[in-house]
């Protein structure tokens, strides 16, 4: 990660030259589903290449807006890394694709065309709240994984 943390003065410059390292999963932080899905990677992510931020963040919100994107009109997964912004089940793909054990095995479904899986992306994000439940206010990572949040 870029040796000057992220602060609104800086804005998203120090965010880009950190995701072309250090790829940038930005989440939904009131999801409970997107906050276990963080905690699934964080432990399976070894080298410690992803970093995270809530959709929500001020970090969060200046990528997004860094890359063209309005922060208020995104609700799904976005991955910020060194070839730009992927998100849904690009990202997810992308994502598991770079993880231990034999999740990278699931990156084949990157052949599959992104509106074919995104049928599915968007079904499960459309019912989070109702299944997994929400909560008012973004989580705390735990003390062990904080250096690996921007927020």
Not at 19 to 34: E, K
Not at 35 to 46: A, E, G, K, S
Request: glycine residues 6%; neutral net charge.
């Amino acid at each position: 990660m870029s040796d000057t943390p992220w602060t609104p003065e800086r804005g998203a410059d120090v965010l880009v030259e950190t995701a072309a390292d250090h790829p940038i999963v930005l989440f939904d932080g009131v999801c409970h589903l997107c906050h276990h899905t963080v905690r699934f990677i964080l432990p399976r992510d070894r080298s410690a290449r992803f970093r995270f931020a809530p959709l929500q963040s001020e970090p969060g919100r200046a990528l997004l807006r860094r890359h063209g994107r309005d922060p208020d009109a995104i609700d799904a997964v976005v991955l910020i890394d060194a070839e730009g912004l992927h998100e849904k089940s690009s990202a997810t793909l992308r994502v598991v694709r770079q993880l231990s054990g034999a999740w990278p095995l699931l990156a084949l479904f990157l052949w599959v065309p992104a509106g074919l899986r995104d049928v599915f992306y968007d079904f499960v994000a459309r019912h989070r709240y109702r299944w997994f439940g929400r909560s008012e206010q973004c989580s705390l990572p735990l003390p062990e994984w904080r250096d690996r949040f921007l927020a």
